[in-house]
């Protein structure tokens, strides 16, 4: 016997979970309903992030949502032949149905152990429903704002202690307030989609499962430091990202959320989406600029900041999208909530990304101050291949490799320069006791090679000779003196990083660097 008219059903229309089999689990469940006469609202959530349970199902019950992990069109039928939408499920017999059932979501430990602040909605909601997300507190930051003076929302964020989450980790108060005393007319908003990072994919994540919350926040920002334009800068990566936020970013203009006037307001504020072309250097600030003005993608000088003469000369306030998408959560009691999670300077939450070789691959939203052994052992739970952990790099292709000994390193900005390491995005990748570091360390030399825009000689010849070095003699002193002149004459940080992951990797696996441990 039925027990609702209607039964809900939620599969993520995010691309892991796409790439993974979701639209054929999506498809293969219209099909049986209909064959079985029952009546099923199917709902493309974003992803929670469990990037190992993809993809997964979840049916809405009186309970809570019960989930399923790593589904595909046999389990589906095997779940309907047991007539899981004829009976009410309480917790006794969701344990029972199947062996891919996960349990009421909410009771999930590996999302109930989370802090999850900017990803609070992600997975929750249709991404391109409004009234969801207003449901689930969406818009009321927006709101608040615009009954507030510009220059008590830019205290908010200082006092949050918000900082760019991204490789400078800036503090985002000082930025704001750079921006909003300029004296210029035209000021702009840009947000650094062009998320890069080997290893990383929290961006994405949040564009195609809550792109609303970007929206609402580049117009916190621009209203804050004086902007009406705002563009975001998408890696053509991301072609589904690309059509949700169009979507996203019409439903916002009709409901006027952009536009003229904004919610009744006297703040004008529109944004444009931007699709860039593969170049990984534009994910450095100023080279992201210069491909918005139609030019080649290479870094600009500094002096003068972006904040003071970005976009066409302009004052520019750049962020990437977690560093945006933090800002709601920031302004919370005027930014004390926020402050009051992570220690030091870091505070607030980061979305820490686990991937490579570990068994639980996935997006982990935590307040700083846990080690990093911490959100490995009990997120990622060891490495996909049984082996024993060897190395672990953070921060992206330009992080250092560290070893077992240094992994009960605080998840803190300042601990882990302090190690010569840095966070970045928060992408983590993991290598078993297979890996070879004087491989991975030639490998952040050709990286270099591929990606450097060109224009400066400490980049574009030193990761060469680097490479070379390494494929060749292995001459260690040479290889560090190539280092120290990338890192100080190197104009951004595509040169002046690549030296961390090639001296750690010599620093910590120096077993790895004799001559008769070249591989080809």
């Known amino acids: 016997m039925n027990l609702y008219e209607t039964y809900t059903v939620f599969i993520p229309g995010d691309s892991a979970a796409v790439a993974l089999g979701a639209n054929l689990v999506a498809e293969a469940l219209l099909q ?68 891919s059932c996960l349990g009421f979501t909410e009771d999930i430990p590996w999302l109930k152990n989370q802090n999850r602040q900017t990803f609070s909605r992600c997975g929750i909601i249709n991404p391109l429903c409004l009234d969801d997300y207003q449901t689930l507190g969406g818009l009321s930051s927006l709101k608040n704002a615009l009954e507030q003076q510009p220059n008590d929302i830019i205290d908010a964020i200082a006092a949050s202690g918000l900082r760019g989450r991204g490789g400078a980790a800036f503090p985002a108060g000082i930025k704001w307030k750079t921006v909003a005393e300029c004296s210029s007319p035209c000021k702009y908003i840009v947000c650094n989609a062009d998320e890069g990072d080997s290893g990383t994919y929290a961006d994405r994540l949040i564009m195609e499962g809550d792109p609303f919350l970007l929206i609402e926040s580049m117009a916190i920002a621009g209203y804050a430091t004086g902007a009406n334009k705002g563009y975001i800068y998408l890696r053509s990566e991301y072609p589904l990202a690309r059509q949700i936020l169009d979507q996203a970013i019409r439903i916002a203009q009709q409901k006027n959320l952009l536009g003229d006037s904004i919610l009744g307001s006297e703040f004008n504020f529109d944004i444009q989406l931007f699709v860039g072309a593969g170049a990984y250097i534009c994910g450095e600030e100023t080279s992201l600029l210069q491909s918005l003005e139609g030019k080649r993608g290479e870094v600009r000088s500094k002096p003068p900041l972006p904040a003071q003469e970005g976009l066409f000369g302009q004052p520019t306030l750049i962020h990437n999208v977690i560093s945006l998408c933090s800002v709601p ?154 280092c120290e002149v990338m890192e100080s004459g190197s104009l951004c940080a595509m040169g002046g990083m690549t030296p961390i992951p090639v001296r750690s990797a010599i620093h910590y696996f120096p077993e790895d660097f004799t001559p008769t441990e070249l591989v080809s």
Not at 35 to 63: F, H, V
Not at 413 to 436: L, P, Q, S
Not at 470 to 476: E, F, H, Q
Request: hydrophobic content about 40%; glycine content about 10%.
């Open 32 to 99: 049986e309903a209909n064959k079985r006469c029952i009546d099923i609202r199917l709902i493309r959530n974003g992803s929670r992030g469990m990037i190992w349970a993809e993809p997964l199902l979840e049916i809405q019950t009186s309970a809570g949502r019960l989930a399923f992990a790593c589904t595909n069109p046999e389990i589906l039928v095997e779940l309907l032949d047991t007539g899981i939408f004829e009976r009410e499920l309480d917790m006794s017999v969701a344990e029972r149905i199947h062996p």
């Open 329 to 482: 959560a920031a302004l919370v009691s005027s930014g004390q909530h926020y402050a009051a999670l992570g220690i030091n300077r870091s505070l607030g939450t980061l979305p820490f990304q686990l991937s490579g070789n570990i068994k639980y691959a996935g997006l982990v939203e935590l307040a700083f101050g846990h080690s990093l052994r911490y959100l490995l052992d009990q997120f990622g739970q060891g490495t996909l291949s049984g082996k024993p952990l060897r190395a672990v790099q953070i921060g992206g292709p330009l992080g250092a490799y560290l070893p077992d000994r240094m992994l009960d390193t605080n998840l803190d900005y300042e601990e882990f320069i302090a190690i010569g390491a840095g966070i970045g995005h928060g992408g983590i990748v993991v290598f078993d006791d297979t890996v070879n570091l004087q491989v991975q360390a030639r490998y952040a030399f050709q990286f270099c090679v591929e990606e450097s825009c060109g224009k400066c000689t400490p980049c574009r010849i030193g990761a060469k000779r680097g490479l070379d070095n390494l494929s060749t003699s292995n001459d260690l002193v040479l290889v560090e003196a190539l």
